[in-house]
């Protein structure tokens, strides 16, 4: 009895280390996902529709993941996707206008830890863009589809600080598309002629800073509250385009609120 005993004595410290290795393995394959829906304003021109200015509310919902490539790895695989639909009217409110969006990108940066609070990443992304408008007022081309690809950079900035024997974090997560494609068809052209006569005519864009200067923005504060954090904060949409003779911007600035929890990888 003592013998095996003893023998548990030595092994112990080989078990907890083992344990621990393992619970830090996991730790760093934890995958962040967060859940977000906003409600705020939108500023939206499209002048195939209308050379105005449409402005009302919208409506969203957004969906982040991160975790680090391997485990022990500097680098950080992300994404996000999520969609909106705003309903707009114009100046003198004879025009009104339905508009919805979907988007998805994918993120890979870098990890720097300037100090044990300060977390900051950098690197790139690649996204999608698909939507449409549709103008109850016109009969003839009521409606304007969009679909885009871009790739660009992606940034987030994290501080995490202790408030009332909690860990708080601000998290900050920027992308701005540098270039791309989309669909587009000319000034005055129907997509009757696109679709049903083959008249087509430069209609994929190439796009860049240049023409089509965009960004996505999330301002973000997580509160603990048990296995899970809630989360509020801003978030900032911002796409524009001209190509083709038309021009299109949709500004949507949002209050979002929603949670975020940590689910961790075993092997």
């Known amino acids: ?69 391997r485990p022990g790895s500097l680098w950080t695989l992300a994404a996000r996707y999520g969609g909106d639909v705003a309903y707009a009217h114009s100046p003198t409110d004879n025009g009104k206008d339905w508009d919805a969006n ?35 007022r016109n009969g003839n081309n009521p409606a304007q589809g969009r679909l885009g690809a871009w790739l660009g950079l992606s940034g987030e900035a994290a501080y995490r600080f202790r408030l009332w024997k909690r860990t708080w974090t601000a998290r900050a997560t920027l ?15 129907s997509y009757y002629e696109i679709f049903e006569l083959g008249h087509r005519d430069h209609n994929v864009c190439a796009t860049w800073l240049g023409n089509a200067p965009s960004a ?37 600035h949002r209050f979002i609120i929603g949670w975020t929890r940590r689910v961790h990888i075993l092997k």
Not at 12 to 38: C, E, I, K, N
Not at 221 to 229: C, F, K, N, Y
């Open 175 to 189: 992308d701005v598309p540098l270039a791309g494609a989309k669909f587009s068809p000319q000034y005055g052209q």
């Open 102 to 136: 979907f988007a998805a990108a994918v993120q890979l940066r870098r990890r720097w830890q300037p100090t044990p609070a300060l977390t900051l990443e950098g690197g790139g992304a690649a996204g999608l863009d698909l939507g449409g408008t549709y103008s109850i």
């Open 216 to 252: 996505h923005l999330t301002a973000l504060l997580e509160v603990p509250t048990g296995r899970t954090a809630l989360v509020v904060g801003y978030e900032a949409d911002v796409r524009q385009s001209h190509v083709n003779g038309l021009k299109y911007h949709t500004w949507g």
């Open 1 to 69: 009895m003592a013998r095996r005993l003893g023998i548990c004595l030595l092994l112990l410290p080989l078990l907890l280390g083992g344990t621990a290795a393992m619970a830090q393995t996991d730790s760093l394959r934890a995958v962040r996902h967060t859940h977000l829906f906003g409600v705020g304003s939108v500023n939206l021109l499209d002048t195939y529709l209308s050379p105005l200015e449409y402005t009302g509310w919208q409506l969203s919902t957004l969906h982040t993941s991160a975790r680090a490539l």
